[in-house]
């Protein structure tokens, strides 16, 4: 049974384990009288450290490194408890573990110390390079699982930002309001002719101005030698002398009736609307 751990001013020493003992036993026999059992644990015991395990499903609720741990020891007048003082990597605190066991408390404390002889043992036939490498992997675990809640936090503070971005794109557009389209161009990066719509002054993807349409003006326009241009769909039949209407109201029979010039033959038919 695990009676838990608390925290020692000194980091060995027989008087230091007594006090923790008592007040352990005493924050058990308050959780007793609340109904609270004391929690069962398992101990796996290695030249690598302590671990205190859950007997079912295995998990790993404390990781006493060897190397932290500086004293171990049972209680001579309670043959049922046995303890060891282990400083804290995070706090760095000395924390004494309290255990109750009905039957093997000897050989737990035993096993802890054949575990430290064994390696120190190993600390000498490598010089000292194990305890330097699982030093150096313990402080890369802990920088990766800093690193991993960093990056956690920096996820939610970007899904944060992307939901008021969001919010403020909604509060920005009013409600059914329907953005303009723009008009689709053919192959030839043009906009398509369309007789309904009226010409309007959209730039082209290339960034010019398409040419203005020419409209057609009521004004009379003169040449540079002040005459007016001729125009054959605004005149009318008294606007040129009789002798050259006669020849053209000639011209126009010759028409009418189909005149051959040069081999072609000339006819006022209706044309054919595929051409």
């Known amino acids: 049974q695990f009676l838990g751990s608390t925290e020692v001013e000194q980091p060995k020493g027989t008087e230091v384990v007594r006090d923790a003992v008592r007040k352990l036993k005493f924050a058990r026999h308050i959780k007793k009288s609340e109904g609270q059992k004391t929690p069962k644990v398992e101990l796996q015991i290695s030249i690598y450290g302590v671990k205190i395990l859950d007997p079912k499903t295995k998990e790993v609720q404390h990781n006493c490194q060897l190397h932290r ?9 309670d043959k049922r408890i046995f303890t060891f003082i282990c400083k804290d990597s995070e706090s760095n605190k000395h924390l004494c573990y309290v255990f109750d066991s009905e039957k093997c408390v000897k050989e737990i404390t035993l096993t802890i110390g054949q575990a430290f002889d064994l390696a120190y043992r190993k600390f000498l036939e490598s010089g000292g390079k194990d ?12 920088r990766i699982q800093e690193l991993e809640t960093e990056n956690t936090e920096l996820k ?12 403020r794109q909604v509060h920005a557009s009013p409600a059914g309001s329907v953005t303009p389209k723009s008009p689709s161009t053919d192959i030839f990066d043009m906009v398509p002719f369309s007789p309904i719509s009226p010409q309007s002054s959209t730039p082209t993807r290339n960034g010019t101005q398409p040419p ?23 005149c009318g039949a008294g606007d040129f002398p009789p002798d050259i209407q006669s020849k053209l109201d000639e011209m126009q029979e010759g028409f009418k009736m189909g005149l051959t010039l040069e081999g072609t033959v000339f006819c006022l038919d209706p044309l054919d609307s595929r051409c």
């Open 69 to 77: 741990i500086s004293f171990c020891a049972d209680d001579k007048t």
């Open 131 to 142: 305890v330097e490498t699982r030093k150096q992997i313990a402080g890369l675990q802990k």
């Open 156 to 167: 939610n503070k970007v899904q944060d930002l992307e939901n008021q971005l969001r919010i």
């Open 212 to 234: 203005p349409v020419p409209s057609r003006s009521t004004e009379i326009k003169r040449d540079l030698f002040g005459a007016e241009p001729f125009d054959p769909f605004s």
